[in-house]
């Protein structure tokens, strides 16, 4: 069963330019990890809905295989590497894991 890893940030510096070295940083040091059938990232919408949460400011959605990957993920040196990049500017995060299949 593959595995989707959602993550919403809220960032403490969320100017424009702040986000995009985020976005930039996502792409860059998560996109190519092994194990991803799915990544993107990107920035709170502009979709005004009673049901939308937009309390964050980069959003970050990978599906992987599996939970082994999912695992590995975690563990990546690049990932590890973008955490401690990015966590001192990060008010907060959820983060949303969840088994998937597609159609």
């Known amino acids: 069963m593959m595995i989707a890893h959602s993550v919403y940030f809220t ?4 100017s424009p330019a702040a986000v995009q070295a985020m976005i930039e940083d996502c792409h860059r040091y998560l996109a ?3 194990g991803i059938v799915f990544y993107a990232s990107g920035t709170c919408s502009d979709v005004d809905r009673p049901v939308s ?3 964050y400011d980069v959003a ?3 599906v992987l295989e599996d939970r082994a990957a999912l695992d590995a993920y ?7 590497e973008f955490i401690e990049k990015h966590r001192s500017n990060w008010k907060n995060f959820r983060v949303f894991d969840s088994c ?3 159609a």
Not at 11 to 14: A, H, Q, V, Y
Not at 74 to 80: I, L, S, Y
């Open 32 to 34: 190519p990890l092994p």
């Open 100 to 102: 998937v299949s597609g």
């Open 60 to 62: 970050l959605h990978v």
């Open 74 to 80: 975690m563990t990546a040196p690049k990932h590890v």
């Open 53 to 55: 949460d937009n309390d």
């Open 11 to 14: 960032l403490n510096d969320n």
